[in-house]
């Protein structure tokens, strides 16, 4: 059974009832009351998470131990649902384990972290949002050992992962503290150095030895508590990112261990293709994808596949610290300006362009291992540049992970296993992605935008905005959850490059502009478009709800521009703002890599004839997309020997 961090959740409810937003206000200096922690033995009602409801119930901890910046609860109630077939002896902590956890963390990870990151606030629990006693040094980190009610925990064994910990903002201001929660699964093989190492073929039994994983999920979810101070607004894939590399910075993952060594990292593994691959240290594989992977995009496979998506992150982290140094690290997580790729832009030495830096990194993930024999040869590029002391990195080409979905990824690159005598290679990528269909329909004669989660669909049409009485009214209902989810009025003056959000006489401010949020029936809007008057324009109507509750949806009817109606019986001319303007691929990489024992050689497409006397040859296809939006793979044929490549084993989602 392998493990999962979680990404922080921002949604949450307490027994059903909605949380509000995390948001920190720091008292005034020296204004925040003083509290110290309760004696050992003490019981506290702190709180369980139900990931699969998104709700968290209260239930009794006990405290097990304090240490100079930790206090440790662990749940009275770590039992699984009868009849699981892992026992009750797989949720068991000792005294010695607890004291274990309390000596790593004020002599590892907390001098560490604090150095190389940030330090956070204290919180002393005088000012929670529920009635109860939380109180404490504020100094000291809360940590919640809990049987956490993911997936895993109710579908045992079809779904084989688990959350191992988890930093939850809004837990941190429910109760005014910082607030961590690992989960109790096995700890007899995955904390210490040394655990026990007894692997089985059945996954009921099966306790393959993990070293320092609870340590090193700790040292990833303190990450997420310290930059929620710092930077709470970064991509997940930089948090997630830095997050894993604390856990090399902390010493609890030695990242140049494959699944061939005991304690080898499953982020990295299943980002370089070798999740599948059976081994003794590895004794129950599993397809967690692999390195045809975009950087940015997080989720976008199946469940076990965003072990791919952690590993190219902390991969990339890793291959930035031994390339740049670990300033460029702490500049990453200290930097609350700039976000994703700008943020890694902006720290990278002057002259520096971050897709040489990128294209660089997707070298090295194939060719760092063969590179690190000893009297090892690299040709076509500098070794700084596409090795890493941290790792020791290859790309398992056999693995369908390696070419993955249709299409190259966003910020990433397929890898593709070529013949070994190359007569002809060719390459054509497309110039736009393909267009995304109109996902708006129809219901009742009226334009509707769906009711679906985690969506970002708009409908447009062209139209003429009229000198005299400039104004868009239509007639609506929508069922928006409230400050969560958004419509947008939107009208583009360029042919479909950009759009701008327009203000109504009903609008707030949303994330993307003036906005519609909240519940309406049958109501009238205005918009001013006096801005476009004497102008075709498309006009367009822009959904956008989050990844939780959805109400209902838009219900768009009665639209006009002045005395101009304007049709919306009929889907004819309402199109997708791609299917306007399809998106633009921004840009192509190809590169060809030979690789041999202790020998790599790196050429341009065209040089293909020059890798003829390697026994293994493959094109790292790369397709740069520098807004981190885009959420499609972008075609592209690549032509070997007169056949087509790679041969598709699956398709895209």
Same mark, same amino acid.
């Given at each position: 059974?392998?493990?999962?961090?979680?990404?922080?959740?921002?949604?949450?409810?307490?027994?059903?009832?909605?949380?509000?937003?995390?948001?920190? /206000?720091?008292?005034?200096?020296?204004?925040?009351?003083?509290?110290?922690?309760?004696?050992?033995?003490?019981? #506290?009602?702190?709180? +369980?998470?139900?990931?699969?409801?998104?709700?968290?119930?209260?239930?009794?901890?006990?405290?097990?131990?304090?240490?100079?910046?930790?206090?440790?609860?662990?749940?009275?109630?770590?039992?699984?649902?009868?009849?699981?077939?892992?026992?009750?002896?797989? $949720?068991?902590?000792?005294?010695?384990?607890?004291?274990?956890?309390? #000596?790593?963390?004020?002599?590892?990870?907390?001098?560490?972290?604090?150095?190389?990151?940030?330090?956070?606030?204290?919180?002393?629990?005088?000012?929670?949002?529920?009635?109860?006693?939380?109180?404490?040094?504020?100094?000291?980190?809360?940590?919640?050992?809990?049987?956490?009610?993911?997936?895993?925990?109710?579908?045992?064994?079809?779904?084989?992962?688990?959350?191992?910990?988890?930093?939850?903002?809004?837990?941190?201001?429910?109760?005014?503290?910082?607030?961590?929660?690992?989960?109790?699964?096995?700890?007899?093989?995955?904390?210490?150095?040394?655990?026990?190492?007894?692997?089985?073929?059945?996954?009921?039994?099966?306790?393959?030895?993990?070293?320092?994983?609870?340590?090193?999920?700790?040292?990833?979810?303190?990450?997420?508590?310290?930059?929620?101070?710092?930077?709470?607004?970064?991509?997940?894939?930089?948090?997630?990112?830095?997050?894993?590399? @604390?856990? $090399?910075? $902390?010493?609890?993952?030695?990242?140049?261990?494959?699944?061939?060594?005991?304690?080898?990292?499953?982020?990295?593994?299943?980002? /370089?293709?070798?999740?599948?691959?059976?081994? @003794?240290?590895?004794?129950?594989?599993?397809?967690?994808?692999?390195?045809?992977?975009?950087?940015?995009?997080?989720?976008? +496979?199946?469940?076990?596949?965003?072990?791919?998506?952690?590993?190219?992150?902390?991969?990339?982290?890793?291959?930035?610290?031994?390339?740049?140094?670990?300033?460029?690290?702490?500049?990453?997580?200290?930097?609350?300006?700039?976000?994703?790729?700008?943020?890694?832009?902006?720290?990278?030495?002057?002259?520096?362009?971050?897709?040489?830096?990128?294209?660089?990194?997707?070298?090295?993930?194939?060719?760092?291992?063969?590179?690190?024999?000893?009297?090892?040869?690299?040709?076509?590029?500098?070794?700084?540049?596409?090795?890493?002391?941290?790792?020791?990195?290859?790309?398992?080409?056999?693995?369908?992970?390696?070419?993955?979905?249709?299409?190259?990824?966003?910020?990433?690159?397929?890898?593709?296993?070529?013949?070994?005598?190359?007569?002809?290679?060719?390459?054509?990528?497309?110039?736009?992605?393909?267009?995304?269909?109109?996902?708006?329909?129809?219901?009742?004669?009226?334009?509707?935008?769906?009711?679906?989660?985690?969506?970002?669909?708009?409908?447009?049409?062209?139209?003429?905005?009229?000198?005299?009485?400039?104004?868009?009214?239509?007639?609506?209902?929508?069922?928006?959850? /409230?400050?969560?989810?958004?419509?947008?009025?939107?009208?583009?003056?360029?042919?479909?490059?950009?759009? /701008?959000?327009?203000? +109504?006489?009903?609008?707030?401010?949303?994330?993307?502009?003036?906005?519609?949020?909240?519940?309406?029936?049958?109501?009238?809007?205005?918009?001013?478009?006096?801005?476009?008057?004497?102008?075709?324009?498309?006009?367009?109507? #822009?959904?956008?709800?989050?990844?939780?509750?959805?109400?209902?949806?838009?219900?768009?009817?009665?639209?006009?521009?002045?005395?101009?109606?304007?049709?919306?019986?009929?889907?004819?001319?309402?199109?997708?703002?791609?299917?306007?303007?399809?998106?633009?691929?921004?840009?192509?990489?190809?590169?060809?890599?030979?690789?041999?024992?202790?020998?790599?050689?790196?050429?341009?497409?065209?040089?293909?004839?020059?890798?003829?006397?390697?026994?293994?040859?493959?094109?790292?296809?790369?397709?740069?997309?520098? $807004?981190?939006?885009?959420?499609?793979?972008?075609?592209?044929?690549?032509?070997?020997?007169?056949?087509?490549?790679?041969?598709?084993?699956?398709?895209?989602?």
């Amino acid at each position: 059974m392998d493990s999962r961090e979680l990404t922080p959740p921002t949604r949450l409810t307490l027994d059903g009832e909605p949380l509000p937003p995390a948001t920190y /206000q720091p008292a005034p200096s020296g204004r925040r009351a003083a509290a110290d922690t309760p004696p050992v033995g003490t019981v #506290r009602k702190w709180a +369980g998470l139900n990931e699969v409801e998104g709700d968290v119930y209260r239930k009794d901890y006990v405290l097990r131990a304090a240490g100079k910046n930790i206090e440790v609860w662990v749940a009275k109630d770590l039992a699984f649902p009868a009849g699981d077939c892992r026992g009750a002896k797989a $949720t068991e902590i000792t005294d010695a384990q607890v004291a274990g956890l309390v #000596r790593e963390f004020d002599e590892n990870i907390y001098p560490k972290e604090t150095a190389a990151f940030s330090t956070p606030p204290d919180r002393s629990g005088v000012n929670p949002g529920i009635d109860g006693d939380f109180t404490g040094a504020g100094n000291r980190t809360v940590t919640l050992i809990d049987n956490v009610r993911d997936d895993n925990y109710f579908s045992y064994p079809e779904r084989p992962t688990y959350i191992s910990g988890f930093f939850s903002e809004q837990l941190n201001e429910l109760f005014d503290r910082n607030v961590m929660t690992i989960d109790a699964f096995d700890w007899a093989h995955r904390s210490g150095a040394n655990p026990a190492n007894e692997p089985t073929a059945d996954l009921c039994s099966s306790r393959p030895a993990r070293p320092w994983m609870y340590e090193s999920t700790f040292a990833h979810e303190w990450h997420h508590l310290l930059s929620y101070y710092t930077d709470p607004e970064e991509t997940t894939w930089v948090d997630e990112g830095l997050s894993d590399y @604390a856990q $090399t910075l $902390t010493g609890y993952v030695d990242s140049r261990l494959g699944v061939y060594h005991r304690g080898f990292d499953n982020h990295l593994s299943c980002y /370089q293709g070798f999740g599948v691959v059976k081994t @003794a240290f590895n004794p129950n594989p599993r397809d967690c994808d692999g390195p045809a992977n975009s950087l940015n995009l997080w989720g976008e +496979g199946g469940a076990d596949a965003v072990l791919a998506d952690y590993g190219i992150t902390y991969q990339l982290m890793l291959y930035l610290h031994d390339r740049f140094g670990p300033k460029v690290l702490s500049g990453l997580h200290r930097d609350s300006v700039h976000h994703g790729l700008e943020a890694l832009a902006a720290v990278l030495p002057k002259k520096t362009p971050l897709y040489d830096v990128l294209h660089d990194f997707q070298t090295m993930t194939l060719v760092d291992k063969p590179a690190d024999e000893p009297g090892s040869m690299i040709k076509g590029a500098s070794r700084e540049r596409v090795t890493a002391r941290s790792l020791r990195s290859t790309v398992n080409l056999s693995s369908p992970g390696a070419h993955g979905s249709p299409g190259a990824p966003p910020n990433g690159a397929d890898y593709v296993r070529l013949p070994t005598e190359l007569r002809s290679v060719s390459f054509q990528g497309a110039a736009s992605l393909p267009p995304i269909p109109l996902k708006w329909t129809l219901d009742d004669g009226k334009l509707f935008s769906g009711n679906t989660p985690d969506t970002d669909a708009a409908a447009v049409r062209p139209a003429d905005v009229p000198t005299t009485d400039p104004i868009l009214r239509f007639t609506t209902s929508y069922e928006l959850e /409230q400050d969560f989810d958004y419509g947008y009025v939107t009208v583009s003056a360029d042919g479909g490059r950009t759009y /701008q959000m327009v203000a +109504g006489d009903q609008t707030v401010t949303g994330p993307l502009g003036a906005a519609i949020t909240g519940q309406a029936t049958d109501v009238t809007l205005k918009f001013d478009l006096s801005a476009y008057a004497g102008k075709r324009v498309f006009l367009g109507f #822009r959904y956008v709800s989050d990844s939780a509750v959805n109400l209902g949806g838009w219900h768009v009817g009665d639209l006009s521009i002045g005395t101009q109606k304007i049709d919306n019986v009929s889907l004819g001319t309402w199109k997708s703002p791609t299917q306007v303007r399809p998106t633009p691929v921004h840009n192509w990489h190809v590169t060809l890599v030979g690789l041999g024992r202790a020998r790599a050689k790196i050429v341009p497409l065209e040089d293909f004839d020059r890798l003829n006397d390697y026994p293994k040859v493959a094109a790292i296809v790369a397709y740069d997309e520098p $807004t981190g939006t885009v959420k499609q793979y972008a075609p592209y044929t690549l032509v070997v020997n007169g056949r087509p490549l790679p041969v598709q084993e699956q398709t895209q989602p």
